[in-house]
């Protein structure tokens, strides 16, 4: 299912043909995804949403090139992530793609410029100081620069890792839960830091439990059972949470369903 941009369309940034996704059990294959098409637009702001266990984390997983899917494709501009090998897929992370985790994934014996630059001294490439001073003045930690993680708030942190995400200046910044870890005033800081991200062209792609998180997106998905079941332009956190209600109300009367039979 198509995304449609918001505003001016922008050329497909990430692009998803027939992805299927399967893990074994005893019980047979469980189907995580199933048979997902979908065009991200670049400078776009996504968010994925779903009941537990629809497929929203190994969609987020597949499209960066951290799992492997069954089979179908994943193109990141003109990349194709199947031509690549595993060392070849590690260096295409590491240059062209942003993560940014629920847990932070900050080291803590670093400081936050040290942090910051890791990415690029894992890549064999000297950091530009000039560079890494003027994202963190972006990020709003100019005045933090000395500091290890322990001697910052969660959403200093956070915004920590979102400055390490952006200082290969990748062409998509993944975000897996960004603020589940924070309290509502550090979670807005860091929402808003990434509405203002992609306003100025980055591209994002989102997955949260949160319908206020989704509604500084652009665009929310909505997955069930590993297919993409409906979406929202310009969402509201309200329009979200219903949409939502119904998805997980639809879940448990078909586990409900499935237990009885």
Known sequence: MPVAPTAVIAPPALRVRGLRCEYPSEGGPVHALRGIDLDIPGASFIAIMGPSGSGKTTLLHCAAGLQKPTSGQ????????GDLGQTQLA??????VGFVFQSFNLLPALSTVEN????????SRKPHAGHTAALL???GLGSRTGHRPDQLSGGQRQRVA????LVTEPEIVFADEPTGALDIHSAREVLTLLRELADKGQTIVMVTHDPVAASFS??????????????LAHPTAQGVAGRM???VESAERAANQ???L
């Not at 260096?91 to 062209?96: A, D, E, F, I, K």
């Not at 652009?218 to 979406?231: K, P, Y």
């Open 245 to 247: 209600a119904v998805l």
């Open 162 to 165: 979102i400055a390490r995400a």
């Open 258 to 260: 499935t237990g009885v």
């Open 91 to 96: 260096r295409w992370r590491r240059q062209r």
């Open 74 to 81: 994943v193109l990141l501009g003109d990349q194709d992530l």
């Open 116 to 123: 910051v630059e890791l990415p690029l001294r894992l890549d």
């Open 218 to 231: 652009d665009h929310v998905l909505f997955l069930a059972d590993g297919r993409i079941v409906d979406e």
């Open 137 to 139: 003045a972006r990020v």
